[in-house]
T-cell receptor, first 112, second 115 residues
Framework: AQSVSQHNHHVILSEAASLELGCNYS??????LFWYVQYPGQHLQLLLK??????LVKGIKGFEAEFIKSKFSFNLRKPSVQWSDTAEYFC??????????FGTGTRLTVIP | DAGVIQSPRHEVTEMGQEVTLRCKPI?????LFWYRQTMMRGLELLIY????????DSGMPEDRFSAKMPNASFSTLKIQPSEPRDSAVYFC?????????????FGPGTRLTVL
């Protein structure tokens, strides 16, 4: 079965620091990749997605993610985080089925 | 579009009572998903439907849980009888399945507390 690993469970950064959250998946075939964000007390919102083409994907709020097929990775990055980025971030993978496999999430706390 | 709509947003009930959660998917989406989120277990897929038909209910925890989708614009998740360990946030999501690349759009969730 497909598995999605997010090794960082909780990341704490100061404002203006750079962010990189790891995501690795297990499926060796064609995949669609997603990052969702869940702000405190809210629902999951789509941050960005990769289907094909340029492996560097830009999303909302200055986030980007890079698909590295050889490493089965889709890491999320932001050059300078803000306090308002405090949230939980979920990586998800579609492996050709009609549903998504989610990682366990990474909680990001940004200290002002 | 109003997005995925869920009701109620909050539900507090006593152990043993029946609970019904409701979801209206985004119009035109033919896939509907029910998830449960807790601190201990994270985000769990309970069941999903395609064209109102349940496709995979392997995530439904036990017989106390049931889900229906009588038409394309409405789904319910029922817990009978409810137990304190059912306390969680229940999310509904909809999408176009592979036709949409697997993208899912989530509702605001129902926070269920069972006393």
């Amino acid at each position: 079965a497909q598995s999605v690993s997010q090794h960082n469970h909780h990341v704490i950064l100061s404002e203006a620091a750079s962010l990189e959250l790891g995501c690795n998946y297990s499926y060796g075939g064609t995949v669609n990749l997603f990052w969702y964000v869940q702000y405190p007390g809210q629902h999951l919102q789509l941050l960005l997605k990769y289907f094909s083409g340029d492996p560097l994907v830009k999303g909302i709020k200055g986030f980007e993610a890079e698909f590295i097929k050889s490493k089965f990775s889709f890491n999320l990055r932001k050059p300078s985080v803000q306090w308002s980025d405090t949230a939980e971030y979920f990586c998800a993978v579609n492996d050709g089925a009609n549903n998504l496999f989610f990682g366990t999430g990474t909680r990001l706390t940004v200290i002002p | 579009d109003a997005g995925v709509i869920q009701s109620p947003r909050h539900e507090v009930t006593e152990m043993g009572q029946e609970v019904t959660l409701r979801c209206k998917p985004i119009s035109g989406h033919d896939y509907l998903f029910w998830y449960r989120q807790t601190m201990m277990r994270g985000l769990e897929l309970l069941i999903y439907f395609n064209n109102n038909v349940p496709i995979d209910d392997s995530g439904m925890p036990e017989d106390r849980f049931s889900a229906k989708m009588p038409n394309a614009s409405f789904s319910t998740l029922k817990i009978q009888p409810s137990e304190p360990r059912d306390s969680a946030v229940y999310f509904c999501a909809s999408g176009l399945g592979l036709a949409g690349g697997g993208t899912q759009y989530f509702g605001p969730g129902t926070r269920l507390t069972v006393l």
